[in-house]
């Protein structure tokens, strides 16, 4: 079946734009979640969802940051007023939340890399 | 709080040599760690993870790791390297859990790579 599917795949904007970054979660998957991986560095959380609500966003690292998931689907990573030190690869994740938390794996999809000049 | 610690950012074995990549947590509550691999231009795979049953966890394509409470280690071995095992590695540990709630908290990576 289809996995986690995020567009645009490749993003270059420059500095002070505001970009959009989209994510379809696999069918049926309930929970969401973002992060960001810099250059050289792991995947660091953003925020989760859990249905159409952003239950932990404690990762955002500051208000140009923002997520929606207004049907509990697909999610959308908002960010106003780009800077360099926003250019990462945006990584989202999808689980279901059925049954033992342990059986809940995360998958990921394949990353938007945000380049801001 | 949660954190990890991957000693090596970059690993460089023979085809056929043994794999060791080291993993290091910090948790304040029982863990879940998680091994990952992440090949160019491709999103993360789960190879492994350790969810508090056995303390050896084979994962896929021969990878195992084994959790040491002692040690407070999880480090990632595969007897027999292959050249497509070249990727990036990602330990994680998980962070508080409620529901079904489970933010992952990523080392910095190691870099494997293998040659003929």
């Known amino acids: 079946g289809a996995g986690v599917s995020q567009t645009p795949s490749n993003k270059v904007t420059e500095k002070g734009k505001y970009v959009e970054l989209r994510c379809d979660p696999i069918?049926?998957?309930?929970?969401l979640y973002w992060y960001r991986q810099s250059l050289g560095q792991g995947p660091e959380f953003l925020i989760y969802?859990?249905?159409?609500?952003?239950?932990?966003d404690s990762g955002l690292p500051n208000d140009r940051f923002f997520a929606v998931r207004p049907e509990g689907s697909v999610s959308t990573l908002k960010i106003q007023r780009t800077e360099r030190g926003d250019s990462a690869v945006y990584l989202c994740?999808?689980?279901?939340?059925?049954?033992?938390?342990?059986?809940?794996?995360?998958?990921f999809g394949p990353g938007t890399r945000l380049t801001v000049l | 709080a949660q954190s990890v610690t991957q000693l090596g950012s970059h690993v460089s074995v023979s085809e056929g040599a043994l794999v060791l990549l080291r993993c290091n947590y910090s948790?304040?509550?029982?863990?879940?760690l998680f091994w990952y691999v992440q090949y160019p231009n491709q999103g993360l795979q789960l190879l492994l993870k350790?969810?508090?049953?056995?303390?050896l966890v084979k994962g896929i394509n021969g990878f195992e790791a084994e959790f040491k409470k002692s040690e407070t280690s999880f480090h990632l071995t595969k007897p027999s390297a292959h050249m497509s095992d070249a990727a990036e590695y990602f330990c994680?540990?998980?962070?508080?859990?409620?529901?079904?709630?489970?933010?992952?908290?990523f080392g910095a990576g190691t870099r494997l790579a293998v040659h003929p």
């Open positions: 994740a999808s689980s279901l939340t059925r049954g033992a938390l342990k059986n809940n794996e995360q998958f």
């Open positions: 069918s049926g998957h309930t929970a």
């Open positions: 969802f859990q249905g159409t609500g952003a239950a932990d």
């Open positions: 948790s304040s509550v029982p863990p879940y």
């Open positions: 350790y969810t508090s049953a056995a303390t």
């Open positions: 994680a540990v998980s962070g508080v859990r409620t529901g079904g709630y489970n933010k992952l908290i």
